[in-house]
C-alpha cells in the first residue's frame, strides 16, 4: 500500500490511560508450535518470563500488515475512542504520545520521487525528530518499511540510495515495502515478553524499554562477526534486512538480562557549533527552512548541509551520563559511515565531550554492509559499556542533499560552484525545492574576499549578485524573495526591481 503522508504531528500526549491487568497464568504467551515459541511458553510457565502484561499493539494501516494477535494471546490492541477513530487518529502517521507501553507499524509509504516513505518524514524536521525522541522515551516503538528510500539503482529507474538525512534509533524501518515490517514485529514481541518480570518492571519505569530493546536487536544482528562490530556501521544501518534478524538470541539476551546488567543509557546535547548560515545569502530556500540543525539534543543530532561553507564544527556533550559498574564511564566515538578524510573527532580528555569537524562530502559513499547501496550521509555513533554490555547507539549525522553539485577550491576551501539542475538530480521534497540554475561564485583576486556569484539559467541570460545576495541591475541592486510553488515544488525567485 502506497500513501503519501506529509503532515507532521503535533505532539501531543493522550491521557486516556487503560487500566493495569493482571494476566491469567493459563492464558499462553504465545501459541507458536516453533522452537522459539516453545522456548518462551516454558520461560513464561516457570516464571522467569514477564509476558505481554500492559503491552499493547498499534496497528495504523487499517490491518493491511496487521501483526497476528492470535500469535501472542496476552497483547491487546491499543484502545481508540469512537471520537478518535472518526478523526482517524487510529491511521497513519502516530500522532500523540500514549500512556501505554505500544509495539506499533503502519506498512504506509509515498514514492520517493513525489512524497517519501513515513520515516522519512519525522525525520525531516526539527519537530518530527522531537515527536520521535519523546515516543522512544515514553515505552513507544514503531515500525515502518522504507518502500523506496533505501534502495541501490535499479533497472526501473527507482533507487536513489539511502536517502535518510539523520540515523536513529528512535525507530525500526524495514528493508522492503508493504509486510516486510512483519519479522521485525515477531521478533520484538517476543523480545518483549522474554524479560523477567523484575526487568521488565525496571525498564517499563525508567522509560527505557525500547532504547534497550534497540541495544538487544542491534548486538544480535546475523552480520556481526565479532561482538566489536556493534561499533561499526554494519550494526547500525538506516534500515533494517530482516534476513539478518537472530529473534532467539534476542530473546536469550533479554530472558538473561538482570537488575544488575542494564545496558547504560545517555543522551547527546550540542553545547557549540558553527554559525548559522543565511538564507537568501549563503543558501537558498523557502520559509520554513531557514535551519541546518534536525536536532541538537537527545539519541540524535543532526545536520544538513545548507551553506556553502566547507566545514561544519560541533562540540557534542554526553548527557544524563550514567555510571558504569561503579566507575565514570568512557565514551567511544566511533565512524560510521562516510569517507574518513573529511571527518575528525577530538574526544576530551573526560571524554565526556567531543570536537568534531566535517567537510561537505561530495559524492555518495558505500554503505557498510549493503551492496550497490550509497549515502550521502556521514554517520557517528556514540557508545558505552558496562562490563560485557554495550550500551544502546547515539548518533550524530551530517546530510549532504542529493539535489547540488558542489565544486570547492581544494587549497581554500572556497566554494567555487553549484548546480542545482544537474541531469538525474534527486530533489528531496521533505528537505528542499527543485532550483533550475547553476551558481558561479566570484571572489577579489587580491583580499580572496567573495565579491558575488553568478547564476544561470537555460533559456534566460546570465544575472549576477552583490556578497549579500542582492541582484544587481541597471537601477542598483534589489533584494530576492524566494519562495516554493507548491504545484512543482520549484523554488521561484522574486526580485524587488
Request: aromatic share 10%; proline share 8%; glycine share 8%.
Amino acid at each position: 500500500m502506497s500513501l503519501f503522508l506529509w503532515t507532521i504531528p503535533v505532539l501531543s500526549l493522550c491521557l486516556t490511560v487503560s487500566s493495569a491487568r493482571a494476566i491469567d497464568p493459563a492464558v499462553p504467551v504465545t501459541s507458536r508450535t516453533d522452537p522459539a515459541g516453545r522456548l518462551l511458553q516454558k520461560w513464561f510457565d516457570e516464571g522467569s518470563a514477564a509476558g505481554h502484561v500492559d503491552d499493547y499493539y498499534d496497528n495504523r494501516d487499517k490491518g493491511h500488515s496487521a501483526l497476528d494477535l492470535s500469535l501472542y494471546p496476552q497483547l491487546r490492541a491499543l484502545p481508540y475512542t469512537a471520537v478518535e477513530k472518526a478523526a482517524g487518529a487510529d491511521y497513519g502517521m502516530p500522532r500523540s504520545i500514549r500512556p501505554e507501553t505500544v509495539l506499533g507499524n503502519a506498512s504506509l509509504s509515498g514514492s520517493a520521487l513525489n512524497g517519501a516513505s513515513i520515516p522519512r518524514i519525522f525525520y525531516s524536521t526539527p519537530e518530527g525528530l522531537a515527536f520521535l525522541s519523546s515516543q522512544y522515551l515514553g515505552n513507544q516503538l514503531y515500525i515502518f518499511p522504507e518502500h523506496q528510500d533505501h534502495d541501490p539503482p535499479a533497472a526501473d529507474g527507482t533507487g536513489f540510495g539511502d536517502l535518510y538525512p539523520v540515523n536513529s534509533p528512535y525507530l525500526l524501518i524495514s528493508q522492503g515495502s508493504s509486510g516486510s515490517d512483519q519479522p521485525f514485529l515477531n521478533a520484538v514481541a517476543m523480545t518483549m515478553a522474554s524479560f523477567s518480570p523484575d526487568v521488565k518492571n525496571a525498564l517499563r519505569e525508567r522509560k527505557l524499554l525500547f532504547p534497550v530493546i534497540q541495544q538487544i536487536l542491534r548486538s544480535s544482528l546475523k552480520t556481526l562477526i565479532d561482538p566489536d562490530d556493534y561499533l561499526t556501521g554494519i550494526a547500525h544501518p538506516s534500515a533494517f534486512d530482516a534476513a539478518t534478524l537472530d529473534e532467539e538470541k534476542m530473546m536469550r539476551l533479554a530472558h538473561a538480562m538482570t537488575l544488575e546488567t542494564l545496558p547504560p543509557v545517555f543522551r547527546l546535547e550540542v553545547i557549540a557549533g558553527s554559525p548559522a548560515p543565511r538564507r537568501g545569502i549563503d543558501f537558498f530556500e523557502s520559509p520554513g527552512r531557514e535551519r541546518e540543525s534536525l536536532a541538537d539534543q537527545g539519541m540524535v543530532v543532526g545536520r544538513v548541509f545548507r551553506g556553502m561553507a566547507r566545514e561544519r564544527h560541533l562540540t557534542v556533550r554526553v548527557a544524563g551520563s550514567p555510571e558504569t559498574g561503579g566507575k565514570a564511564p568512557v565514551y567511544q566515538w566511533k565512524l560510521l559511515r562516510g569517507d574518513p578524510a573529511l571527518v575528525t573527532i577530538t574526544p576530551s580528555a573526560s571524554t565526556f565531550e567531543a570536537e568534531i569537524t566535517v567537510k561537505y562530502q561530495d559524492r555518495p559513499q558505500p554503505v557498510p554492509g549493503a551492496a550497490g547501496l550509497t549515502s550521502r550521509r556521514i554517520d557517528i555513533g556514540v557508545f558505552t559499556r558496562d562490563r560485557d554490555r554495550y550500551s544502546p547507539p547515539a548518533f550524530i549525522s551530517f546530510y549532504a542533499l542529493p539535489s547540488e553539485k558542489r565544486r570547492y577550491d581544494t587549497k581554500t576551501d572556497h566554494i567555487l560552484e553549484v548546480d542545482y539542475a544537474f541531469s538525474g538530480a534527486f530533489v528531496d521534497v521533505t528537505l528542499t525545492s527543485g532550483k533550475a540554475w547553476r551558481d558561479t561564485y566570484l571572489y577579489d583576486e587580491r583580499s580572496g574576499l567573495l565579491t558575488g556569484w553568478r547564476r544561470e539559467e537555460t533559456g534566460k541570460p546570465p544575472v549576477e549578485f552583490d556578497p549579500v545576495g542582492r541582484k544587481r541591475g541597471h537601477n542598483g541592486a534589489a533584494s530576492v524573495l524566494y519562495l516554493n510553488d507548491p504545484a512543482t515544488n520549484v523554488l521561484q525567485q522574486i526580485s524587488s526591481d
